[in-house]
């Protein structure tokens, strides 16, 4: 019962948050786009524009309103479940959102199913045996991959294989994947790429996660009870690692969705990321300003599920007490 | 079947130094018998204990001698052998059970866990065995209580669900490593008899390791007892405790003792001649002796959503109502829970009370810590109970007297340098120390600092929080012997929360037994401990243990009038 309140509080509170938060990100973005020189006549007509036909363009596009009536007007439009059109090419922004995010998710998703349960293994594996050759080969290792610049990891990863070796494609640039062979020599540098960085986070969480709690006088309890090492690490270390470790990988799976426009630009991968440094570019704010906002519910969302996850591995917090 | 667990010349050593923990240790516990190991902690008695079960610490090593159960040699088993040993053979009950039970599993699943693992009948057969034990162990919803967490069950319960871990795989010693060390008092007697009768009843062999002697007594056939890693004297019980050869047993069964103890205190019980030349500040704002400095009218705390009339919904203290007098020691005693930490928090501002008034000096006190001002605060100081955590381990002892000097008197320079001097000679510590780091000192050492911390907010009153319950016998004596000097020469008044009697009794002018969130009885010491009015005070005082065999049976058989009087009151 208490548990139950616990989590409809919880979840209405982030629920508002969230709201609040998504709000406050749409003005920062708004005011960011309105801020930076030139605007979306001047990207779209280019070089050849003349001073006319940006003006009448300008017009055209409703720019010359006043600020407030232009984001009064896309507020208006989201929340009523309009995206708009994109000031640029004139599509409409939810069918080029959707197209986008299906590759991202594609991405995020191929690299998360790999990632998240090599990480957890690896981690656990280095926790159970600290100071092994294996443990400090995941430790050292680990520690590289997290210095590693994403764009350098790619980079390198382009050279020898798409280079050198010729095994895959530089470019994942793709509208339609014939075969499964095919999605795999596309998708296997890109996903290698943001891989590396989040498999060696989310290691090195679990490890100390997992170490700390070996140090408890519980699990010299279950020792002195006779439960063999791996019983121990899953049956008694592992339910009490949910919490934090929950939290790394969600953090990593926001990351997956919003942070890999390096990773997209390199491979020239069609998703939302893309999307968004092209929309910049072109000061295309409709697009911008979803994007960023689709960015910050997945955050939102993911931190929920996180600590969500966290109340119900905890008996303690699960079923009241204090 | 019938298997002696034999210690041979054990010896282990640190890895590191090589210096040794345990020297030469050799005793025999025979089937069916306890023996327990006794002495101070740092003396080596859970290293000792640990290796029945071939588990030694990590960061040391056995370097000599032999543990065997029967034919088997104990430390050389390793792997499969080892687990197999382990929880079948010989099974282990730890200190505390609120931190040996994984807080993420159900109890059930744990206690049962023992005798799964180790593949002893069916589910079935080993569900009836676990109810069979927790009927035997008094405990009550056998049914129900294995599928609580931990933390919910009481602290008593959980150590007797330990035990039932302990025997759920039929083992045919147990080692119990102070088993009763964290319970109070007054649980601790049901629990030492339910455990007195398990051994009893399976006719197991038991290591029973504590630092209590009146304790021992009550359960154990022989003691076997410890100083600096070695054995000085081993015998029967009615020969180690009626005739001890060993001057630290002599020590030993000096502490612990209430009766003894507090008819062979040194202290004066009145204050000598007072030393007003000595400080003339502290004489100036010296009230005359026997007033109240510190009155508590009415005070109510508690805790959860608030009502309309501002009630909050759990109720932890009701209507307290005490006088301390200046310059007395004034003891606050009860069980954990009964409210005593929460009362010592509301009087210096931690924890907020809803209703009634706290008055230093007449001046009534805020319940809000933030809307005390900077004075108010000082003139009234907290001591924790835990040194170690309650010294910033990155701190110099300079640096942790330092800032509540410059944040409560405003002073700054070479005043606060001599400031800092001076509290350490109060302390009586020499002056090299504030240079250190709190780890690079002794237990002792540490709750000194942590009294000089609280002296330097030039305090009124000071509380101090279970302030030597973490101290083994002899440091707790030396911090007793400050805290009446301290009295003695700075006029101090000290509120003492605790739950030792001996210590009340040795230190203490007056005493207030709380009791489910209510002062039940108080008034001087003497007379309090000595004939007590209310029915928990008698309770209270048949639950501490007296030195002598058989005063566990006497103290059951009271038990029943006793709860039923409490039931009553």
Known sequence: MKGQALFATLILKRAGAGIFTLWFVSILVFAASAILPGDVAEAV??????????????????????????????????VSGDLGQSLA???????????????????????????????????????????????????????????????LMATILVMIFAIKLGWFPAVSYTTEFTSFGHLFSVMVLPILA??????????RMTRATVLNILGSTFIEMALLKGVSRWRIIFTHALPNAIGPIANVVALNLAYLLSGVVIVETIFAYPGLAKLLVDAVASRDFPVVQSCALIFCASYTVLMLVADVLAILANPRLRRGGH | MK??????????????????????????????????????????????????????????????????????????????ALRDFRGRRIAYVAQSAAAAFNPGLTIGFQVAETASIHALGTAAERQAHVFKLYEELQLPAAATIGDRYPHEVSGGQLQRLMAAMAMSAGPECIVFDEPTTALDVTTQVDVLKTFKDLIQG?????????????????????????????????????????????????????????????????LPKRPATVLISDSSKHAEMMPTEGDPVLRIRDLCVGYGATNRQGEPSVKVLKDINLDIKARSIHAVIGESGSGKSTLARAICGLTRFYQGQVLLD?????????????????????????????LNPAHTIDKILRRPIQYIT????????????????????????????????????????????????????????????????????????????LREDLGLTFVMISHDISTVAALCDEVAVMHRGHVVEQGGTESTLRAPRHA????????????????????????HTDTQLVLEG
Request: charged letters at 20%.
């Open chain 2, 536 to 559: 928990y005070t008698r309770k209270l005082m048949r639950s501490v243990p007296h030195l002598r065999v058989g005063w566990l049976e006497q103290a059951i058989d009271h038990r």
């Open chain 2, 410 to 485: 405003g002073e700054t320079g070479s005043a606060v340098d001599d400031r800092i001097a001076d509290l350490l000679h109060k302390v009586k510590l020499p002056a090299d120390v504030a240079r250190r780091l709190p780890r690079e000192l002794s237990g002792g050492q540490k709750q000194r600092i942590n009294l000089a911390r609280a002296l330097a907010g030039q305090p009124r009153v000071v509380l101090c929080d279970e302030v030597t319950s973490a101290l083994d016998t002899v440091v707790r004596n030396a911090i007793i012997d400050l805290i009446w000097s």
């Open chain 1, 89 to 151: 090419s004139g599509a409409d922004v939810t069918q080029l959102i959707m197209d986008r995010l299906s590759n991202t998710l594609l991405l995020g998703g191929l690299t998360a199913a790999i990632a998240v349960p090599f990480a957890l293994l690896i981690g656990l594996v280095a926790a159970t045996f600290p100071g092994s050759a294996g443990d400090r080969a995941v430790t050292i290792g680990s520690l590289v991959l997290v210095s590693v610049p994403e764009y």
């Open chain 1, 194 to 203: 943001l891989s590396a960085s989040i498999t060696a986070q989310m290691a």
């Open chain 2, 202 to 266: 399976h006719g197991i062999g038991a290591v029973y390791v504590s630092h209590d002697l009146a304790v021992v007594a009550q359960i154990a056939d022989e003691i076997v007892v410890l100083q600096a890693g070695e054995i000085v004297e081993h015998g029967t019980v009615e020969q180690v405790i009626n005739k001890p050869q060993h001057h630290y047993t002599k020590l030993l069964i000096a502490a612990s003792d209430p009766e003894i103890a507090s008819k062979t205190a040194k």
């Open chain 2, 362 to 390: 007449g001046a009534s006190l805020s319940p809000d810590l933030k809307s005390r001002t900077r004075a108010e605060l000082g003139r009234v100081q907290m001591v924790m109970q835990m040194a170690d955590v309650a």
């Open chain 1, 45 to 78: 007509l280019g070089q050849s524009a003349t001073p006319e036909t940006i003006a009448a363009l300008r017009e055209k596009l409703g720019l010359t309103r006043p600020l407030w009536e232009q984001y009064g007007d896309w507020l208006f439009g989201f």
């Open chain 2, 3 to 80: 298997n002696h667990l034999s210690f041979k010349n054990l010896t282990i050593c640190r890895d590191d130094t090589g210096a040794a923990i345990v020297k030469d240790i050799s005793f025999d516990v025979a089937p069916g018998k306890v023996v327990a190991l006794i002495g101070e902690s740092g003396s080596g008695k859970t290293t000792v204990s640990l290796t029945a079960l071939g588990y030694v610490r990590s960061g040391l090593r056995v370097t000599g001698g032999t543990v065997t159960f029967g034919d088997t040699d104990i430390l050389a088993l390793s792997g499969h």
